[in-house]
Nanobody, 120 residues
Framework: VQLQASGGGLVQAGGSLRLSCAAS????????MGWYRQAPGKQRELVAS???????NYADSVKGRFTISGDNAKYTVYLQMNSLKPEDTAVYYC???????????????WGQGTLVTVSS
């Protein structure tokens, strides 16, 4: 299974970006998917997650500014980021709970990360 993340880049404060992450491979089923981020010198933290049923969860720091959504048929998760702040600067990683043909059990997979830089 591979998770391919895209959409990062450089944006000014107050701007918007949309991240995408698509899972591919011998997938039997996908459950919750989410986005984490890691800023320089800091631990990786949860930004937002979404279950296969559409329930969402957000870090307090992004509530009202970020929106997570998913396409179950495409095993894809999106993160719409609005009103970006310099403190949102980080490498963003997607994460998914997936059952594969090879291992008929839930496992956690990570994408390669995409850099988001917000200038002041």
């Amino acid at each position: 299974v591979q998770l391919q993340a895209s959409g990062g880049g450089l944006v000014q404060a107050g701007g918007s970006l949309r991240l995408s992450c698509a899972a591919s491979g011998s997938i039997v089923n996908a459950g919750a998917m989410g986005w984490y981020r890691q800023a320089p010198g800091k631990q990786r933290e949860l930004v937002a997650s979404i279950t296969s049923g559409g329930s969402t969860n957000y870090a307090d720091s992004v509530k009202g500014r970020f929106t997570i959504s998913g396409d179950n048929a495409k095993y894809t998760v999106y993160l719409q980021m609005n009103s970006l702040k310099p403190e949102d600067t980080a490498v963003y990683y997607c994460n998914a709970q997936i059952v594969t043909v090879a291992f008929l059990a839930w496992n956690t997979y990570w994408g390669q990360g995409t850099l988001v830089t917000v200038s002041s």
